[in-house]
């Protein structure tokens, strides 16, 4: 007398992108899988992910969570830069970090459970994120490498962002923390002109720059306009346009 198939192969699991209503966390998983944090994860481990995953199209200056909310969630940002600053007890505002497409916010927070430590709100203009529940990337976490090694390489990103912070504002001098903020952003946003100039695709107010390398505000349009006026840099519609990054090298080397 045969033995009957186990109901594992008689019925073998259904991939979650299968699933009744699977189409919707299909398209969420293909949207996963073209960022660069994700492009080595598997379409099932991304299926898993995406059970968990809502977009969301933050409006400029749209908080997508405020410092204290509990973290139960962690955003991929798509489309746009997200800038995370933290309030001081005096109200004013310091810029902490600048997050791109394909980068994660939020992650550390999620993972450990607690509260936001800083408000994160679209920077310029229109950003689109994925959020992503705590409780879908425990499960995939525990069911996958490859989703591990993406996570852990996630966190590095964001302490290598953040220690940029720590390395412009103990740059020095004003104008030599200026010139650090522009190389960074070079390295970060830039992209070379058929001119021999970078322009630097974020939005940055001058309030905004004054917040990333702690000085003052007039300060910083009083020696932004100085390097205007010898060509060194241009302001342009939502953008930074480099003229002279060797003039501002100098500054941070001298």
């Not at 969420?28 to 899988?33: D, F, K, P, Q, S």
């Not at 990337?137 to 940029?164: C, E, F, K, P, Q």
């Not at 200026?178 to 960074?184: I, P, Q, R, V």
Request: one cysteine or more; aromatic letters at 4%; glycine letters at 10%.
């Amino acid at each position: 007398m045969g033995h009957a198939a186990p109901l594992s192969l008689l019925h073998p699991p259904t991939d979650a992108c299968e699933a009744p209503g699977g189409a919707h966390v299909d398209a969420l998983a293909r949207r996963l899988g073209t960022l660069e944090l994700f492009s080595q994860v598997g379409r099932a481990d991304l299926c898993q992910l995406a059970q968990g995953a809502r977009p969301r199209r933050l409006d400029p200056g749209q908080s997508l969570w405020f410092a204290g909310e509990h973290a139960n969630w962690f955003a991929l940002i798509e489309s746009g830069v997200v800038q995370i600053r933290r309030m001081t007890p005096t109200g004013e505002g310091i810029l902490v970090g600048l997050f791109r497409r394909g980068e994660a916010v939020g992650l550390a927070a999620a993972l450990e459970g607690g509260a936001f430590p800083a408000d994160a709100i679209a920077l310029g203009e229109p950003a689109d994120v994925l959020s992503i529940r705590v409780e879908a990337l425990r499960r995939a976490l525990g069911d996958s490498i490859a989703v591990s090694r993406a996570i852990n390489g996630a966190l590095l990103r964001h302490t290598v962002a953040l220690r940029a912070k720590i390395d412009i504002v103990s740059a020095g001098s004003v104008p030599r923390r200026l010139a650090a903020l522009m190389h960074y952003l070079i390295g970060r946003f830039g992209r070379p002109t058929a001119t021999g100039s970078i322009i630097v695709d974020v939005h940055l107010g001058r309030e905004e720059i004054s917040q990333l390398v702690s000085a003052r505000v007039e300060t910083v349009i009083r020696i932004l306009s100085r390097w205007q006026k010898a060509g060194w840099i241009a302001s342009r519609p939502g953008r930074i346009e480099i003229m002279r990054p060797d003039m501002l090298e100098r500054i941070v080397d001298s």
